[in-house]
């Protein structure tokens, strides 16, 4: 059974910092592109973050220059390293794999993180 399991949101201070984790089993993170995404209350979900198995990064242009995202595929992990936050950085975040065989994609549950202004 597949499982990822996000963990590390919270509440913290408007230019505080947090660091989000995402821990798979059941699965090889290391074939597979990995996402992290959130969504803020009455919003869409919206991608934040994306690491491909060559190590390239995205991010979307609201967080660039903030957050950072790597892999560690010997822990089966993938981070998340959110600095200077805002408050409208609040949103549960969600990690996403998505295999490179056969593109099946998988969810975490979620974790929130609240920025207090």
């Known amino acids: 059974q597949v499982q990822l399991v996000e963990s590390g949101g919270g509440l913290v201070q408007a230019g505080g910092s947090l660091r989000l984790s995402c821990a798979a089993t059941?699965?090889?993170?290391?074939?597979?592109?990995i996402r992290w995404y959130r969504q803020a209350p009455g919003k869409q979900r919206e991608l934040v973050s994306t690491?491909?198995?060559?190590?390239?990064?995205y991010y979307v242009d609201s967080v660039k220059g903030r957050f950072t995202i790597s892999r560690d595929d010997a822990k089966n992990t993938v981070y998340l390293q959110m600095n200077s936050l805002k408050p409208e950085d609040t949103a549960v975040y969600y990690c996403?794999?998505?295999?490179?065989?056969?593109?099946?994609?998988?969810w975490g549950q979620g974790t929130q993180v609240t920025v207090s202004s």
């Open positions: 059941g699965i090889r993170f290391s074939n597979a592109y």
């Open positions: 996403n794999s998505q295999s490179r065989a056969d593109f099946r994609e998988y």
């Open positions: 690491i491909t198995t060559g190590g390239s990064t």
